[in-house]
């Protein structure tokens, strides 16, 4: 019999009405992944055109921020989740930004996250860290009761210097503080899996953002900053893991995940 498999898709389209506009509907129809995680939507569902608030083939939810045109998450599945629960940590101050969404799929349950940037004068670090925080212990409370997890999206935190291609000039910019980066250590201290770092343990160059400026993209001047967290029990689940540069639309990239079910 043969085994069946999911693809999951996480994707920072960086405004999802720009994204349309740059191909986003057409990818969705020829990729068809059975679950796609967007972040930094940056619109309200009413604002969103029908066939893209509910794409053909797909059951659609979204958790937009309280103030327009920022932040907000989507999650689009072709068979429903069994719940869906957007504003999940309980803070309305960390709920505030539309950065959570958290779906039931029976095998496991998905949380959908875009993780706050510090700001170009870190100010916003402090938030990040508490909102990160935040979510790995929701996360770890539902792992204690027995649940397989896997946490996608846009971390932006670079966890090595293998992640990103240029380390030394980024020490003191968020993305890649001390602070930043031991949270992710923090992550993988508690048992959460990086899978794609764990398949590609000593490969450099494979990023999911780059700067738009200077050609960055094309030369590859990027940062692995947008990732996979998963229960050590999906490991041996997980039949691949890719990064998807080659798709624009954003200055991120797709990333995905194909588990056996």
Same mark, same amino acid.
């Given at each position: 019999?043969?085994?069946?498999?999911?693809?999951?898709?996480?994707?920072?389209?960086?405004?999802?009405?720009?994204?349309?506009?740059?191909?986003?509907?057409?990818?969705?129809?020829t990729?068809?992944?059975?679950?796609?995680?967007l972040?930094?939507?940056?619109?309200?569902?009413?604002q969103?055109?029908?066939?893209?608030?509910?794409?053909?083939?797909y059951?659609?939810?979204?958790?937009?921020a309280?103030?327009?045109?920022?932040?907000g998450?989507?999650?689009?599945?072709?068979?429903?989740?069994?719940?869906?629960?957007?504003?999940?940590?309980?803070?309305?101050?960390?709920?505030?930004?539309?950065?959570?969404? *958290?779906?039931? =799929? !029976?095998?496991?349950?998905?949380?959908? &996250?875009y993780? /706050?940037?510090g #700001?170009?004068?870190?100010?916003?670090?402090?938030?990040?860290?508490?909102?990160?925080?935040?979510?790995?212990?929701?996360?770890?409370?539902?792992?204690?009761?027995?649940?397989?997890?896997?946490?996608?999206?846009?971390?932006?935190?670079?966890?090595q210097?293998?992640?990103?291609?240029?380390?030394?000039?980024?020490?003191?910019?968020?993305?890649?503080?001390?602070?930043e980066?031991?949270?992710?250590?923090? *992550?993988?201290? =508690? !048992?959460w899996?990086?899978?794609?770092? &764990?398949?590609? /343990?000593?490969? #450099?160059?494979?990023?999911?953002?780059?700067?738009?400026?200077?050609?960055?993209?094309?030369?590859?001047?990027?940062?692995?900053?947008?990732?996979?967290?998963?229960?050590p029990?999906?490991?041996?689940?997980?039949?691949?893991?890719?990064?998807?540069?080659?798709?624009?639309?954003?200055?991120?990239?797709?990333?995905?995940?194909?588990?056996?079910?």
């Amino acid at each position: 019999m043969k085994r069946r498999s999911l693809r999951l898709v996480s994707w920072n389209v960086n405004g999802l009405r720009s994204c349309v506009a740059k191909g986003f509907l057409e990818w969705l129809q020829t990729a068809r992944p059975g679950i796609v995680a967007l972040q930094e939507v940056r619109a309200l569902p009413e604002q969103l055109p029908p066939e893209v608030r509910v794409p053909e083939g797909y059951h659609a939810h979204w958790n937009p921020a309280a103030r327009k045109g920022y932040s907000g998450v989507g999650l689009l599945c072709r068979e429903e989740a069994l719940s869906v629960v957007p504003d999940g940590l309980g803070d309305p101050e960390l709920d505030a930004e539309g950065r959570m969404i *958290v779906s039931d =799929h !029976g095998a496991f349950l998905l949380y959908n &996250v875009y993780f /706050p940037n510090g #700001g170009r004068d870190l100010s916003r670090v402090p938030f990040k860290l508490e909102f990160s925080e935040a979510v790995l212990q929701h996360a770890q409370r539902r792992r204690a009761e027995g649940r397989s997890i896997i946490i996608c999206g846009d971390v932006n935190t670079a966890h090595q210097e293998i992640d990103l291609a240029r380390p030394k000039a980024n020490v003191r910019n968020t993305g890649f503080l001390p602070e930043e980066r031991a949270w992710v250590s923090r *992550v993988l201290e =508690h !048992g959460w899996v990086d899978i794609f770092r &764990v398949r590609h /343990p000593a490969e #450099g160059g494979h990023y999911t953002w780059w700067s738009n400026r200077a050609g960055a993209r094309q030369r590859n001047v990027g940062w692995r900053i947008d990732c996979f967290f998963i229960t050590p029990d999906l490991v041996e689940r997980v039949a691949e893991v890719r990064h998807h540069p080659g798709v624009v639309g954003s200055d991120h990239c797709p990333i995905e995940l194909v588990l056996a079910l």
